[in-house]
């Protein structure tokens, strides 16, 4: 048997990337790589007991992808492989909405492969990565400084999406195709290997080549021992940050401390999101394990503290510095708590809800105008029947979410007095009574909801 | 305060390198990183709140050594800086032994070091490497496939080892060093420098740096969340394996299997110890996971099965070929077993102890010769007062290790009859009786022992 067959099914063997009778589809576009794959696999797949077939994609930006179609189709007709094809529009998406054309192209390939495999009952979508692009990927991640995840990222079984050619060198392709009389289309335009990957491609890993002639496989081993520990890790992190949760996104800070730096790092990384990075996670760290209460990091992330439990917010300030005059009557929109008030001015006579803790009425007459809507500030303080309360306390007496609590929109008067904590609490200023005449009836409703 | 001492602040924080009030070393060899890392220490000694110490080290390998030191002294001298130095005999101690002189130097070096330390209650030793020696250390264990521990072993503390200056750059340390005027010597004959770590530090890295200016900091920074990483796993090995373990260092298969692939290689490659490799350990768990009884990799390594537990041993095959002819009277040597079996032609009226196991008396009359040692061998069988009992049954009834069973002597007589399985039980033959006139006596004794 050829050394190459042998290296394939050792791959498939190794990352267990295909079960016997599975049904594995080809991503073929009539390059080498591709190309070479579906000669491979027509050989081996009575061996390993798989039914294949072959899926070419044209991304519809090339006016030779027709001849690549053709040339694909005619080697599954010989090969007696069941074909499949498909067309798509990357360039006009890209012309219309800007994306990049190499991320749409892409997508569309993607989807077009998933469709063809659902429709068709295929377990696999093998893709003809090699070696090289492997090792290419792993120093573009390594050296871009991405962290394992990316790393590894092409040696994963993503899905359905599996890589059998990961062992096999360019060079190996290259003579097997030539020795096979592989038909193959070289694509000129190569319109998706950057200057970065070429850089490193006819550069830099040739270069280390000559001092490290085995270094790819290093590098591949190094992959595969990481990736494992990545898996693990990543079982031992979601069990970790599910033990330290708490209610609404808090996490317990006490259950944090003693971890592992490693998991902490993961804890926080996953909290962070595609925010994370290397500085980032370290200085959350730093702030929940001292003894600051507040800390935000660009415009976009706020950590804050509340007892023991610690907190991570995306895109909303803890003191939103936003004011509104009170349309009356009207409607004004609160962006930042995602809800309108509607304000109206009403006849005594009226029976009103007082317990419908979406609006509150006032004795116009009381009040001392502009009435204008603000967020909570350092020390607010709301009158109330049994005296005077701290608005902190207040959120935490009816338990309003921690993670809202800066962005209740707050009704106040010219004196800066709190008239009402919109759904939470009214004051007592300007209780209607018996000799109230005019009354300001204010109601809050979702942003999202048609008046 | 300049960058390069906030650096090196930092660094000391980040890895928590050194505590308040205590006493560090500095090695420094005249150098201009290791005296740059002196005048930053001078610098910042106050402000960390630690003492600080210089030793300086002749290898006794070139004649430029004492200029070295009087440079060294000099400028501790003009610091104020306590000053140690001692001589060693790399040179001598390479000619004789002929072995590796960066070897022997560095070993020389680091027990001078130890030395110093431990007399005068240093905490720390700093060593001057920089982060340019530390991303051409990690790229030399990731090119040659040393794994992550290799990968990251700079940046570890190595029990009082640290390496406060591994976040500065050797471009950053130069300007230092001019701006400062700090006199140093230049090694012009770098004999450490090795000709792979010259191929990276002036082709391969400055190449890499050409197309990515950041990638150093990325290395590092993916170095420390690896070593973290490496640091609970290992912390989780050590768990699992204590967790598998059995007697007499088998541990269990059933037990092994279910644990995740990221600990299965970590624990081989724990037990193999500096044997281990990637298509060892790998090789190792596919065994273990298989109904295979017996494994061994090249001449060194073994590994079987019995029961439901696995065992790794090393440079002991499980079947010994070999086979000797006993002197009779006489001594031979059994260096498979580490024992010598003394034979002596006795008369039967001396009394014999029937109970020492590590002695056997025999009929004379009644043996076949001549009589030979071997070892054990598939399917043998002991002739008893019971009658006959396979081998392998005996070791397990009478506990005999079953790491050492295939290195147990086995006399055996012309017919291959086993006459005695020295020091666990004696057959039936040729036992000796009233009748009996000239008995064979034999004795084994550990080869160390002198007769």
């Given at each position: 048997m050829?050394?190459?067959?042998?290296?394939?099914l050792k791959?498939?063997?190794?990352?267990?990337l295909?079960?016997?009778?599975?049904?594995v589809?080809?991503?073929?576009?009539?390059?080498i790589?591709?190309?070479?794959?579906?000669?491979?696999?027509?050989?081996?797949?009575?061996i390993?007991?798989?039914?294949i077939?072959?899926?070419?994609?044209?991304?519809?930006?090339?006016?030779?992808?027709?001849?690549?179609?053709k040339i694909?189709?005619e080697?599954?007709?010989?090969?007696?492989?069941?074909f499949?094809f498909g067309?798509?529009?990357?360039?006009?998406?890209?012309?219309?909405?800007k994306?990049?054309?190499e991320?749409?192209?892409?997508?569309?390939?993607?989807?077009?492969?998933?469709?063809?495999?659902?429709?068709?009952?295929f377990?696999?979508?093998?893709?003809?990565h090699?070696?090289?692009?492997?090792?290419?990927?792993?120093?573009m991640?390594?050296?871009?400084?991405?962290?394992l995840?990316?790393i590894?990222?092409?040696?994963a079984?993503?899905?359905?999406?599996?890589?059998?050619?990961?062992g096999?060198?360019?060079?190996?392709?290259?003579n097997?195709?030539?020795?096979?009389?592989?038909?193959y289309?070289?694509?000129?335009?190569?319109y998706?290997?950057?200057?970065e990957?070429?850089?490193l491609?006819?550069?830099?890993?040739?270069?280390?080549?000559?001092?490290?002639?085995?270094f790819?496989?290093?590098?591949l081993?190094?992959?595969?021992i990481?990736?494992?520990?990545?898996?693990?890790l990543?079982k031992i992190?979601?069990?970790?940050?599910?033990?330290?949760?708490?209610?609404?996104?808090?996490y317990?800070i006490?259950l944090?401390?003693?971890?592992?730096?490693?998991i902490?790092?993961r804890?926080?990384?996953?909290?962070?999101?595609?925010?994370?990075?290397?500085?980032r996670?370290?200085?959350?760290i730093?702030?929940?394990?001292?003894?600051?209460?507040?800390?935000?990091?660009?415009?976009?992330?706020?950590v804050?503290?509340?007892?023991?439990?610690?907190?991570?917010?995306?895109?909303?300030?803890?003191?939103?510095?936003?004011?509104?005059?009170?349309?009356?009557p009207?409607?004004?929109?609160?962006?930042?708590?995602?809800?309108?008030?509607i304000?109206?001015?009403?006849?005594?006579?009226?029976?009103?809800d007082?317990?419908?803790?979406t609006?509150?009425?006032?004795?116009?007459?009381?009040?001392?105008?502009?009435?204008?809507v603000r967020?909570?500030?350092?020390?607010?303080?709301?009158?109330i029947?049994?005296?005077?309360?701290?608005?902190?306390?207040?959120?935490?007496?009816?338990?309003?979410?921690?993670?809202?609590?800066?962005?209740?929109?707050?009704?106040?008067?010219?004196?800066?007095k709190?008239?009402?904590?919109?759904?939470?609490?009214?004051?007592?200023i300007?209780?209607?009574?018996?000799?109230?005449?005019?009354?300001?009836?204010l109601?809050?409703?979702p942003?999202?909801q048609?008046l």
């Open positions: 050829e050394e190459i067959l042998e290296k394939v791959t498939i063997e190794k990352y267990k295909i079960q016997k009778n599975e049904k589809l080809l991503a073929v576009s009539g390059g790589d591709s190309m070479t794959m579906l000669s491979i696999f027509h050989k081996i797949k009575d390993i007991q798989v039914e077939g072959v899926a070419t994609f044209d991304h519809g930006i090339r006016s030779e992808s027709k001849d690549e179609i694909v189709e080697y599954s007709k010989k090969l007696q492989v069941p499949f067309v798509g529009n990357a360039l006009k998406v890209h012309l219309k909405t994306r990049n054309l991320d749409v192209a892409r997508e569309q390939r993607l989807k077009f492969l998933r469709e063809v495999k659902e429709a068709n009952s377990n696999k979508i093998a893709l003809a090699n070696k090289n692009d492997f090792v290419e990927t792993f120093f991640h390594l050296l871009k400084g991405s962290g995840k990316g590894t990222s092409m040696l079984i993503e899905e359905d999406l599996i890589r059998p050619l990961v096999v060198t360019r060079e190996e392709i290259e097997y195709a030539k020795n096979e009389g592989i038909p289309i070289i694509d000129l335009s190569n998706n290997l950057s200057y990957r070429n850089r491609r006819y550069q830099i890993l040739p270069l280390i080549k000559s001092s490290y002639p085995n790819m496989d290093h590098v081993n190094f992959s595969d990481a990736l494992n520990d990545e898996n693990l990543d992190t979601a069990i970790e940050l599910e033990g330290i949760k708490r209610q609404n996104n808090e317990s006490n944090f401390k003693p971890l592992s730096l490693s902490k790092r804890i926080i990384k996953e909290l962070l999101g595609e925010n994370a990075n290397y500085e996670v370290n200085m959350i730093e702030f929940i394990e001292s003894n600051k209460k507040k800390f935000s990091i660009g415009k976009d992330i706020y804050a503290k509340t007892g023991n439990s610690f907190y991570i917010e995306h895109g909303t300030p803890f003191t939103i510095e936003r004011s509104y005059i009170l349309k009356i009207g409607i004004t929109t609160i962006p930042e708590a995602e809800v309108k008030i304000s109206e001015i009403l006849e005594s006579k009226k029976e009103f007082l317990n419908d803790k609006s509150a009425v006032f004795d116009l007459n009381f009040l001392k105008f502009p009435i204008s967020f909570r500030k350092e020390g607010d303080i709301i009158e029947e049994n005296g005077k309360k701290k608005l902190q306390d207040l959120f935490v007496d009816l338990k309003v979410r921690r993670d809202i609590r800066h962005k209740v929109p707050i009704v106040v008067d010219n004196d800066d709190i008239l009402w904590v919109c759904g939470v609490r009214r004051s007592t300007a209780k209607i009574g018996k000799d109230t005449r005019k009354v300001l009836f109601k809050i409703v942003l999202t048609n």
